[in-house]
């Protein structure tokens, strides 16, 4: 008999689609004794901003480019152990990280389940971005009148262009403006060479973010001039956010 409810047991642990479906302590467990974990939150950028399992990183189910970022970011020769909300998207998501020849693990109740546990939750107020490569500011443009959110391609091409030059890497990277929205950071004219660095992008209110960023320039003029920008992706669920940007620079 015990052996029978241990069959059971077991089959309710190991799902058909190929993974594994822990309660929390099973899954803390794990984060715990294996080093060789990937902890991964596969919810919108918005929703890992809002809290998170410590040490999670944040890649959307949702995102177009999914596959392509599990590809630049995972490593496939170590556990994954995943989560979402309540373990709705984890499932299917987890029943793709098994499909794909991971040893794949889903936190069942999500981090729902995991907060009424009473464990911890990062609530750090950090909004996760990438760089967009391949665009510069139209000369025709106008720098006065940059907002400070884009919201769809065409709005981009008013004031940038692609710079693509050979190769892959020299693609423009692809803004898929149905699920993501730009924050664009253009300076004046310069014959210095200037790199724009990002300091943070912080939630600072309930609709307000903040972009802090500082300016590295160098001292030698050359004989030609350039206009710095930084394109900023961020989930599209910032939309209607305020932007307050601050910098020693003038914006």
């Given at each position: 008999?015990?052996?029978?409810?241990?069959?059971?047991?077991?089959?309710?642990?190991?799902?058909?689609?190929g993974?594994?479906?822990l309660?929390v302590?099973?899954?803390?467990q794990?984060?715990s004794?294996?080093p060789?974990?990937q902890l991964?939150?596969?919810?919108?950028?918005?929703?890992?901003?809002?809290?998170?399992l410590?040490?999670?990183?944040?890649?959307?189910?949702?995102d177009?480019?999914?596959?392509?970022?599990?590809?630049e970011?995972l490593?496939?020769?170590?556990p994954?152990?995943?989560y979402?909300?309540?373990?709705?998207?984890?499932?299917a998501?987890?029943?793709w990280?098994?499909?794909?020849?991971?040893?794949t693990?889903?936190?069942?109740?999500?981090?729902?389940?995991?907060?009424?546990?009473?464990?911890?939750?990062?609530?750090?107020?950090?909004?996760?971005?990438?760089l967009?490569t391949?665009?510069?500011?139209?000369?025709?443009?106008?720098?006065?009148?940059?907002p400070?959110?884009?919201?769809?391609?065409?709005?981009?091409?008013?004031?940038?262009?692609?710079?693509a030059?050979?190769?892959?890497?020299?693609?423009?990277?692809?803004?898929?403006?149905?699920?993501?929205?730009?924050?664009?950071?253009v300076?004046p004219?310069?014959?210095?060479?200037?790199?724009?660095?990002?300091?943070?992008?912080?939630?600072?209110?309930?609709?307000?973010?903040?972009?802090a960023f500082?300016?590295?320039?160098?001292?030698?003029?050359?004989?030609?001039?350039?206009?710095?920008?930084?394109?900023?992706?961020?989930d599209?669920?910032?939309?209607?956010?305020?932007?307050?940007?601050?910098?020693?620079?003038?914006?």
């Amino acid at each position: 008999m015990k052996r029978l409810l241990f069959v059971f047991a077991l089959f309710g642990l190991i799902s058909c689609n190929g993974y594994k479906n822990l309660s929390v302590e099973e899954f803390q467990q794990m984060i715990s004794n294996d080093p060789t974990v990937q902890l991964l939150d596969i919810r919108t950028p918005a929703e890992y901003a809002e809290g998170h399992l410590i040490g999670a990183v944040n890649i959307n189910w949702r995102d177009a480019d999914f596959s392509q970022q599990v590809q630049e970011q995972l490593d496939p020769s170590r556990p994954v152990l995943l989560y979402c909300q309540t373990s709705r998207r984890s499932a299917a998501a987890a029943s793709w990280f098994s499909g794909n020849g991971y040893k794949t693990y889903n936190l069942r109740g999500g981090i729902q389940a995991w907060s009424n546990a009473g464990k911890k939750i990062d609530r750090s107020l950090e909004v996760p971005y990438r760089l967009a490569t391949g665009y510069f500011f139209r000369n025709d443009a106008v720098i006065d009148i940059l907002p400070h959110r884009i919201t769809s391609e065409d709005q981009l091409l008013n004031y940038f262009g692609m710079a693509a030059t050979m190769g892959e890497e020299g693609i423009p990277t692809t803004i898929d403006f149905e699920r993501s929205m730009v924050i664009p950071i253009v300076l004046p004219p310069t014959d210095k060479a200037t790199t724009i660095v990002i300091q943070s992008l912080l939630r600072t209110g309930d609709n307000q973010l903040t972009l802090a960023f500082h300016v590295d320039r160098g001292n030698e003029s050359r004989s030609y001039t350039i206009i710095p920008c930084n394109l900023l992706v961020i989930d599209g669920s910032y939309r209607d956010y305020d932007i307050l940007i601050t910098s020693p620079e003038k914006y």
